[in-house]
T-cell receptor, first 110, second 115 residues
Framework: SQQGEEDPQALSIQEGENATMNCSYKTSINNLQWYRQNSGRGLVHLILIRSNEREKHSGRLRVTLDTSKKSSSLLITASRAADTASYFC??????????FGKGTRLSVIA | DGGITQSPKYLFRKEGQNVTLSCEQNLNHDAMYWYRQDPGQGLRLIYYSQIVNDFQKGDIAEGYSVSREKKESFPLTVTSAQKNPTAFYLCASSILTGTGGRGYTFGSGTRLTVV
């Protein structure tokens, strides 16, 4: 079952611009995580935000969580060509495995 | 360095053949997972295991089997009953099943193609 749904499905920006991706989910969660996947590779964990947190930063990444709207956003500031990848949100509910969304494909054009 | 290793990177299966995908981790993680990734469908859970000698079905377990005889190893067998096995298979591990702890660590994947 797919819990998170990312929006947009694809995003193309110029290097140096900010990239914003959104994730909506349906049920209550313990935490929400964002992962990155380069083409043909495994996923890499980026950041985790707990249900009692509203905002979290890690380097050029900023994640927000609005549990009342069941949504999260991932902001990548000052994008670089190396940020080109697919980004997935994943939700954790109870003692069950993470449920992943379908991802946003980000292209950063140099 | 600790990590999770999947092999082989590419695998070709003939019709009616069973194939086994390997997943090994040296992170001392208790939980391990298998996901299938198809284009445009994100990741779907096949099986997961929280402890040695125990595993649970995920959303798309039909046509697959697993074993967890050692903490470090969680091989996935794609049986002939899986009618559409062509996909990218990802193995992951974590400290805790539910909360995700510090997140999942993924292998680099196995691309399986039916020939």
């Amino acid at each position: 079952s797919q819990q998170g749904e990312e929006d947009p499905q694809a995003l193309s920006i110029q290097e140096g611009e900010n990239a914003t991706m959104n994730c909506s989910y349906k049920t209550s969660i313990n935490n929400l995580q964002w992962y990155r996947q380069n083409s043909g590779r495994g996923l890499v964990h980026l950041i985790l935000i707990r249900s009692n947190e509203r905002e979290k930063h890690s380097g050029r990444l900023r994640v927000t969580l609005d549990t009342s709207k069941k949504s999260s956003s991932l902001l990548i500031t000052a994008s670089r060509a190396a940020d080109t990848a697919s980004y997935f949100c994943a939700t954790s509910s109870g003692n069950t495995p993470l449920v992943f969304g379908k991802g946003t494909r980000l292209s950063v054009i140099a | 360095d600790g990590g999770i290793t999947q092999s082989p990177k590419y695998l070709f299966r003939k019709e009616g053949q069973n194939v086994t995908l390997s997943c090994e981790q040296n992170l001392n993680h208790d939980a391990m997972y298998w996901y299938r990734q198809d284009p445009g469908q994100g990741l779907r859970l096949i099986y997961y295991s929280q402890i040695v000698n125990d595993f649970q079905k995920g959303d798309i377990a039909e046509g697959y089997s697993v074993s967890r005889e050692k903490k470090e190893s969680f091989p996935l067998t794609v049986t002939s009953a899986q009618k559409n096995p062509t996909a990218f298979y990802l193995c992951a591990s974590s400290i805790l099943t539910g909360t995700g702890g510090r997140g999942y660590t993924f292998g680099s994947g196995t691309r399986l193609t039916v020939v």
